[in-house]
């Protein structure tokens, strides 16, 4: 193997444990735990156990974690009126509305009625608006990018005169990123389904952050030698025995799939510099930065 392997495990435990010692200090010092309060609409699975995990990070490093699950077939007033009491909750140093929302509501309007000081999630477009202007600095950044730059950092990638390449453009994960890169100092090329020569673009990358839902789709042959890789993308492909017939789960009943990336790792990871496992590698980044956030927001509106 050519690339070193970026440990987001590692990386995200150590951020915790800042966390955990800052909360720690927090509360000896008379303050009261930071506070997370976590909005799920309806019950999709997936976003269920997004939010458990954010609830458990909470308990674990000391803070408190105010769940507030609300039906799928919530009115846009009802869910606005719980955002305006939640604003008003000096309990409540931090609000995360667990996305996506019901196709009848308007997501857009949600995120801009959750105050800035409690945008922990970072997607107030006040907040991405800061990010967007050059010399003004967003409260918040939002989690999964943050954790991107922040492992490209601690492993010592140098990002400032990068030709830097994020493939994606979504408004949770690509395009953030590709302003933090520009506020890094890196040169930005963001790759879609309407680039053309893609595979030759992403070649000209010192630093790649694939973010485009789409298992395996670069290639080896598509890396720059010596690059950076951040693999966002976690997608499930089916596993099958030699027969060609799908593998049981003997626990589930259920086909069994194997987590992989938008990045085919045994090809890139024999050019790369520097790679992402996945999983454990930008996927532990997200709620740990989440946590950092939350941390932030209480030392914020407490004066800190």
Known sequence: MTA?????????????????????????????????????????VDSATYVAAKQKACN?????????????DISQDELERALRELNADELINGILVQLPLPGHLDEERVLQLISIEKDVDGFSPLNIGRL????????????????????????????????????GRSNIVGMPAALLLIGKNATVTVCHSRTKNL???????????????????????W????????????????????????????KTGKPRQKLVGDVNFEEAKEVAGFITPVPGGVGPMTIAMLMRNTLRAAQIQQGD
Request: hydrophobic share 45%; net charge negative.
């Open 199 to 221: 595979p030759e673009v992403v070649r000209q990358a010192d630093i790649l952050i694939a973010a485009i839902g789409r298992p395996e789709m670069v290639r080896g042959d």
């Open 4 to 44: 070193q392997l970026i440990d987001g495990k590692l990386i995200a435990q150590q951020v915790r444990d800042e966390v955990a010692a800052e909360v720690a200090k927090r509360l000896a010092a008379g303050k009261p735990r930071p506070g997370l309060a976590t909005v799920l609409v309806g019950d999709r």
């Open 132 to 167: 967007a202007q050059k010399g003004r600095d967003p409260l918040f950044v939002p989690c999964t990018p943050y954790g991107c730059i922040y492992l490209l950092e601690k492993s010592g990638v140098k990002i400032e005169g990068a030709n830097a390449v994020v493939l």
């Open 60 to 72: 674990e490093l000391g803070m408190v974690s105010y769940h507030h699950p609300l039906p799928a």
């Open 223 to 250: 890396i720059k030698p010596g690059a950076a890789i951040i693999d966002v993308g976690i997608n499930g492909i089916p596993l099958f025995n030699e027969d060609g017939s799908p593998l049981i789960s003997e």
